[in-house]
């Protein structure tokens, strides 16, 4: 693509839409699409095609389309693949196709990975299907999202074939991104044009001449959304052992459009033991529209079919384990000599002029994990010594890592409100639990909120500074007749049990503990207290980390609020869940910021305490 040609925004026009609801299929024979939308959690609108199975199923493939292209490109492979019995799904992404809005535009990345969620939800509540029969088709710019929804979502698919992932776009410019970075906040909401002719995507003439002539192909990309896209594959790259679904990837040999190197480099990180790798050579980019796609199509079906007929025994937490653990082992081995010199300069740096800023002198004296540190971050208010300290605590504040701190904690007010909303009408009342609370403030500021609603907390930490600070916002706020604080040990089920006495719980929070704990053990023992005190039917909100940018950065600098390097263990998603399902609860809703570093999960209490599956004494 050229950075060249810009363009401001080219939205669909209303008469080439064609509004569609609820599905109907009453005129459809089994190979022909049948038209639908479904609307995304934003609003949006979102159109798509399903193709009925001509034997009754209950197996489905979702199909994810490239850049610029739309959901009607897909009736070939479903005619050619030859799996009768499956079910298929195919959506026009937002900015695409028959799907309204300016064309290649999205809010981010991560929202067309949170619509692919919420498509796969729907499909399965109106279609009456399970996430557990699903398998996933992605070509291109489709690939890397159909990788990031498994990767960030976790749903428990059978299986994805990834054609041609579009990890790295070949850009043919000098400094292409760096130059697109600039481009991004001096003139937000640009446009560019792809450079790729159709006789650069196959060799099929027909094929070439369809694609060229589609009135729903558009040919032009958003800025943001191409930036969006080299961030979330570097950091699928990064993090691709949490990624554990059986994959085939398919490489054209001759393709102009993407690089090769980065999809090896994903095919290698994976953590599946069902993995396989193909390269066509001589193919182009359009892997399933070139001229000799039948054959590839029908290998492809052949994988997902044969993964199909595999009842796989589901992962446990310790098996998850493994591609997180051998990360966070590396990082305590010391880093190579360049690295250490550059760790020693920004540890120098924040203990000396970085003490100006208020943020970083908490950090030292109470450390950087502490409630302290992250209250002071919730506040989001630049404060320091001189006009200097308060510039340097501006940039603090606006580190990435922070922005999806506070970005957490918009989540974990949400989903709490919905809590509190939907436990009322279940129980009456509501009795919240923050094991590991610091001042607790944004529970606070919830209860506040939901003055009208009978809503009281036990907030428990075994900080007696932060509890004292806890105790003075809640007397802020007028609400200290509805707060209890007391001093306890998160991994400690009678502590736990102890701090609760008769009460009933109904909402529990585990909010920013876990990621700083190594061994899964004492995850396990402090779940199992959760779930001991937890109502049947309430519900758990858990935080997890499933990957942070600037994770080896902290580990070597800075210090955690025992005074000890603050090296944290990213856990997958995945991982994260499992350990959640292994005592009893059930993981109903997910909310990840928007550059995957922080999730907010919401889980039910569903099964008595007795009866959670335990997969090894701790």
Not at 359 to 370: A, C, T, V, Y
Not at 397 to 416: A, C, P, T, V, Y
Not at 578 to 583: F, G, K, M, N, P
Request: net charge negative; charged share 25%; hydrophobic share 40%.
């Amino acid at each position: 693509m050229s950075t060249a040609t810009l363009q401001r925004e080219n939205s669909l026009t209303p008469a080439a839409l064609t509004p569609v609801s609820a599905p109907d299929d009453s005129f459809a024979g089994p190979r022909e699409s049948i038209e639908a939308s479904f609307l995304a959690s934003d609003g949006q609108e979102i159109f798509y095609r399903y193709w009925r199975p001509v034997t009754e199923s209950n197996r489905a493939v979702l199909m994810f389309h490239r850049g610029h292209e739309h959901s009607a490109r897909w009736q070939d492979f479903v005619e050619t693949s030859e799996l009768d019995d499956c079910w298929f799904f195919a959506w026009d992404a937002r900015g695409h196709g028959r799907t309204a809005g300016p064309r290649g535009a999205a809010d981010s990345v991560s929202r067309l990975v949170r619509d692919a969620d919420e498509f796969s939800r729907h499909i399965c509540d109106t279609f009456e299907l399970t996430l557990d029969n699903f398998a996933v088709v992605g070509q291109s710019v489709g690939a890397v999202l159909a990788a990031a929804w498994i990767h960030d979502y976790t749903p428990p698919i059978k299986a994805m074939v990834l054609a041609t992932p579009a990890l790295r776009i070949k850009l043919y410019v000098p400094m292409a991104i760096p130059g697109l970075r600039l481009l991004n906040k001096l003139r937000p909401g640009s446009f560019i044009q792809s450079y790729v002719r159709p006789g650069m995507l196959t060799h099929d003439a027909e094929q070439a001449a369809i694609y060229a002539n589609d009135p729903l192909v558009s040919p032009q990309i958003a800025v943001n959304v191409l930036l969006d896209l080299h961030d979330t594959s570097s950091r699928l790259i990064e993090n691709a052992a949490a990624i554990h679904t059986p994959t085939l990837m398919l490489v054209s040999g001759r393709d102009y459009v993407v690089r090769r190197d980065a999809q090896q480099q994903l095919f290698d990180g994976l953590s599946s033991t069902d993995k396989q790798l193909h390269v066509l050579e001589g193919f182009y980019h359009s892997t399933f529209w070139e001229k000799d796609r039948a054959d590839v199509i029908r290998q492809s079906a052949e994988f997902l079919r044969e993964r199909f007929d595999n009842s796989a025994s589901e992962l446990t937490s310790t098996e998850l384990a493994v591609g997180s653990e051998t990360k966070y082992n590396a990082l305590q081995e010391p880093a190579t000599l360049p690295a250490r010199v550059g760790f020693a300069a920004q540890r120098f740096a924040l203990n000396t002029l970085g003490r100006l800023s208020r943020g970083i002198r908490i950090g030292w004296k109470s450390g950087f994990d502490s409630g302290q540190s992250l209250d002071h971050v919730y506040r989001d208010r630049a404060e320091g010594v001189t006009p200097l300290g308060r510039w340097i605590d501006r940039g603090y504040l606006d580190s990435i890592g922070w922005r999806g701190i506070r970005q957490r904690k918009i989540h974990m007010e949400r989903l709490l409100d919905e809590a509190i909303a939907q436990g009322v009408d279940r129980f009456g009342e509501i009795t919240i639990l923050d094991i590991a609370a610091g001042p607790g403030r944004y529970v606070l500021e919830t209860i506040k909120r939901n003055e009208a609603l009978p809503v009281r907390a036990m907030l428990c930490d075994r900080d007696p500074g932060g509890l004292a600070e806890g105790r003075e916002i809640a007397k802020q706020l007028g609400i200290e007749d509805r707060v209890e604080f007391r001093e306890s040990d998160a991994f400690d089920t009678g502590a736990i049990k102890s701090a609760v006495g008769d009460s009933n719980v109904h909402i529990a929070i585990v909010s920013g503990l876990y990621e700083l704990f190594p061994d899964n053990g004492p995850i396990r023992r402090s779940l199992r207290g959760v779930r001991s005190v937890l109502h049947d039917g309430g519900w758990l909100l858990y935080t997890d980390q499933p990957w942070h940018p600037q994770q080896e950065m902290i580990a070597r600098v800075l210090p955690n609020r025992d005074g000890k390097p603050w090296v944290m263990r990213c856990r997958s998603q995945a991982e994260m869940d499992a350990l959640v399902c292994e005592t009893g609860m059930e993981r109903r809703r997910l909310f990840l910021d928007r550059w995957g570093i922080f999730s907010v999960a919401l889980a039910e209490a569903t099964e008595s305490p007795a009866a959670a599956r335990s997969t090894e004494s701790v």
